[in-house]
């Protein structure tokens, strides 16, 4: 089934075929746990989003219209999920154990210094994802991440694009801050002067 495109076997899914859905969530089961692990910041807590993206999906199949590629439509299924599981996990709030676990990226390129470059500019990045609330950083990672419009996100997460386009503004400022405090100390320092 590997030559068959998504969208024939997002239709024969649609029709029933079991066999389809499962080859659909074999394509797009990575994307989807690295978007979760984003949003969520562990390899279990992205597990059990995933877990919930593929069953409301699956439930939800006949209601996608195809308007948007399944893997966009399974991004904001992805989203929502993430969302409610950490409006929850903060309701029932508990000390988290540190997670080591690493997310792989199969494309990188093979050389030692270059991996070793990026694996610390991701752990950089990662750890300040981590640090921005929940909902800037969801916005974040839609965005500048997955490229999904204003408008997708605002209607994913049922705010207005405005608001979307403040939170994704809000998120960037607040990861400047964290990655590069200098740079903004020394913006600050030069705004006081004037």
């Not at 994307?31 to 993206?53: I, N, P």
């Not at 439509?73 to 080591?100: F, G, M, P, Q």
Request: charged share 30%; glycine share 4%.
């Amino acid at each position: 089934m590997q030559s068959v495109s998504l969208d024939v076997l997002t239709q024969k899914a649609k029709q029933g075929s079991k066999k389809a859905f499962s080859e659909i969530v074999r394509r797009t089961y990575a994307d989807t746990y690295t978007l979760a692990y984003r949003l969520v910041g562990t390899s279990e807590d992205a597990k059990d989003v995933v877990q919930e993206t593929y069953l409301k999906a699956h439930k939800g199949l006949q209601r996608f219209r195809g308007d948007a590629q399944i893997t966009t439509w399974l991004y904001r299924i992805t989203a929502n999920c993430a969302n409610t599981y950490l409006s929850k996990k903060l309701r029932h709030k508990h000390d988290v154990l540190e997670n080591d676990e690493e997310v792989i990226d199969l494309n990188v390129q093979r050389d030692p210094a270059h991996m070793a470059q990026i694996v610390g500019l991701r752990s950089e990045l990662t750890e300040a994802l981590e640090q921005l609330p929940a909902k800037l950083r969801t916005v974040v990672v839609l965005r500048d991440i997955y490229d999904m419009a204003h408008a997708d996100i605002a209607e994913q997460l049922q705010i207005s694009e405005s608001a979307a386009k403040v939170r994704l503004h809000r998120g960037r400022q607040k990861l400047k801050e964290l990655l590069y405090p200098q740079s903004t100390e020394m913006e600050e320092g030069s705004a006081h002067a004037v």
